[in-house]
Structure formats: C-alpha cells, structure tokens
C-alpha cells in the first residue's frame, strides 16, 4: 500500500513501552505496533473533533485542506 513515510525517534521509555505492547498484544514487529498505536490515537483526536462545536471542525477541515494544497503545489 503506497502512503507517506514518517521516520521518527523514540525516547527509550516510550521503546520499551512499545515493545511490551506488542509483546502483549502478539505483534512482533515494532513498526506495525507503532502504526496501529498511531492509527488509535489518529481515530480518538478524529471522535474528539466530532464532538466539538461545528463551526470549529469545518475551521480545522479547512486548515487541512490548505495543508494538504500546500503539499501538492
């Protein structure tokens, strides 16, 4: 699945935490944990915009959308 790449470094608390997670959870790669982990957060913040009063999720829309221009330009 082609998408965008995100390098990012991690404090080794945060690592660890990671690893236990996906320990857990039967996940052995580290970068598929950290996607679903992202992937979670993404949908939580996305339910909490829902939530807010209209007129400020077409406001955040609309400054994505002007990002997402920005990035095709």
């Known amino acids: 699945?082609?998408?965008?790449?995100?390098?990012?470094?991690?404090?080794e608390e945060l690592w660890r935490d990671l690893e236990q997670v996906a320990?857990?959870?039967?996940?052995?790669?580290?970068?598929?944990?950290?996607?679903?982990?992202?992937?979670?957060?993404?949908?939580r913040r996305k339910a909490e915009l829902d939530d807010r009063d209209p007129a400020q999720r077409y406001f955040i829309n609309e400054a994505l959308d002007e990002l997402a221009r920005g990035r095709k330009e």
């Open 1 to 11: 699945m082609p998408g965008q790449r995100v390098e990012i470094e991690l404090p």
């Open 23 to 43: 320990e857990v959870l039967g996940i052995g790669n580290l970068a598929e944990a950290a996607l679903v982990g992202l992937a979670d957060w993404i949908a």
